[in-house]
């Protein structure tokens, strides 16, 4: 339904305005010469526009880059600022732990991780925790330790799943064949020798998978995120939970994303039973941590394992998780900034983002959809709504992602730039809510040929 001419036109426009109008952006992507890729991690090269928006300032739901233009900010750095940017609890544990105690890598346990450790117990079921500072980490790490625990070499994770850099993880299904993620780089070995794979809702590809006797632990989001928002249908969680006790395999559930569920995730949301939970991003405040719980059960079978190295060089752990700073921003977010009374706030505002963007795909007839989970809303460029991470890779769309993604920056708004993912936190406002239907409607009435562009 969607004119190319008329798109490929409209994104001509505004890759232009956007040039235009970020002169000192242009100019320093232009003279980061040293930097592999231009710029300081390489996804940071997702960008529709041609070069990246360079960061002057952040404050709550707002960015300002520096060329001066100030944007409402609904990526949110793709949860790792779902409490806000800079939120003034966390500022003010960061600055009384890095300033007024010091001692942010002392390589010296404090209090307050003995309080964080409870709080996502409370959230979260699970009571044993351990620190890391990338949800990356704390997947490899609980990997490892499900691995000795069972003796098994394999783990089974969703087709386009998203774990961070996790080799084991960048492993997906084409037909029936297993196979490595396209663009997969350095792959230490053929990922089918480490992994097996199941479509997301699929239970029999799941027990098929199971059924080989070798697979440690199902790693898996609750809902699948990075790929776009794809939620379990009913009775698929409960299922995946009887089927890896039957086939005496660990659950991990990766909760780095679907955190925006609630203050327990999706985990705390839906009544889950996971033997291990893993999280990122969020819990640090915007200062750099992760954690990995394990159930009662689990930490104990791993305590009576003889020969286990957990102290020195046996590969689970490093040198700055669960420093002090990490740890202090941690608790001054959980404690403070994503409560109970937030996380509701934000979901509501979820709700109407939702809603509003429905609005507007109803108005043009397009079919698309829009997916909710808590404070995390998704469009897609496909109805229904894709049911599995294959199908939600097929209904991508480049170009339209790219048009909707510059024309929305050239007005003020940024959506996170992998998907067209909105967050909301605690600072985000009705107003900015209103502000995105407003723009959008704009956008898609200039594509359709509904709206004049002035």
């Not at 190319?4 to 890759?15: M, Q, S």
């Not at 397009?366 to 991470?389: C, I, M």
Request: a negative charge.
């Amino acid at each position: 339904m969607i004119n190319r001419d008329r798109l490929d036109a409209l994104l001509r426009r505004e890759r232009a305005a956007f040039a235009e109008r970020n002169p000192r952006s242009a100019a320093e992507y232009a003279q980061a010469g040293h930097l592999f890729g231009r710029v300081p991690m390489t996804w940071m090269n997702k960008k529709a526009a041609g070069f990246p928006l360079y960061l002057a300032a952040a404050r709550g739901a707002r960015v300002t880059d520096v060329d001066g233009h100030e944007y409402t900010d609904f990526c949110l750095g793709d949860t790792a600022a779902m409490a806000g940017h800079s939120p003034e609890p966390v500022v003010a544990a960061v600055r009384e732990r890095f300033d007024a105690l010091g001692g942010a890598c002392a390589m010296l346990p404090t209090p307050d991780a003995a309080w964080v450790g409870a709080e996502l117990t409370r959230r979260f079921g699970v009571t044993r925790w351990s620190f890391a500072l990338t949800a990356t980490d704390a997947n490899r790490w609980a990997i490892r330790l499900l691995r000795a625990l069972t003796g098994r070499p394999k783990i089974l994770f969703n087709s386009y799943c998203y774990h961070g850099s996790v080799d084991e993880s960048l492993i997906v299904l084409q037909g029936q064949e297993a196979r490595s993620r396209e663009g997969n780089v350095g792959a230490p070995v053929d990922v089918t020798m480490t992994s097996r794979v199941a479509e997301f809702n699929d239970l029999e590809g799941l027990e098929r998978e199971l059924a080989h006797g070798d697979v440690a632990a199902v790693v898996m989001e609750p809902a699948l995120t990075n790929i776009g928002i794809v939620l379990p249908e009913p009775g698929y969680l409960a299922g995946v939970r009887e089927l890896t006790r039957r086939y005496g395999t660990y659950l991990l559930n990766d909760e780095t994303h679907t955190f925006s569920a609630g203050p327990g995730g999706a985990t705390g949301a839906w009544g889950l039973e996971p033997d291990v939970v893993t999280i990122g991003k969020a819990i640090g405040g915007g200062i750099p941590a992760a954690a990995y719980g394990l159930s009662e059960q689990v930490a104990a079978a791993i305590d009576d394992i003889e020969g286990l190295d957990l102290v020195d060089m046996g590969g689970v752990g490093g040198t700055l998780a669960g420093n002090a700073l990490s740890i202090a921003a941690t608790r001054a977010t959980l404690e403070h900034v994503l409560t109970t009374d937030n996380f509701r706030q934000m979901s509501e505002l979820s709700e109407k983002f939702a809603l509003g963007v429905q609005r507007v795909i109803d108005e043009h007839e397009l079919p698309w959809s829009v997916t909710r989970l808590g404070a995390r809303v998704e469009y897609r460029f496909a109805n229904p709504a894709p049911r599995t991470g294959t199908e939600s890779n097929a209904a991508a769309d480049a170009d339209l992602e790219d048009y909707l993604h510059v024309y929305l920056a050239n007005r003020g708004i940024l959506l996170t730039p992998f998907h067209n993912m909105a967050l909301m936190c605690p600072a985000t406002t009705e107003a900015q809510v209103d502000q995105h239907e407003e723009v959008f409607a704009r956008a898609i009435g200039e594509l359709t040929g509904r709206a004049d562009p002035s």
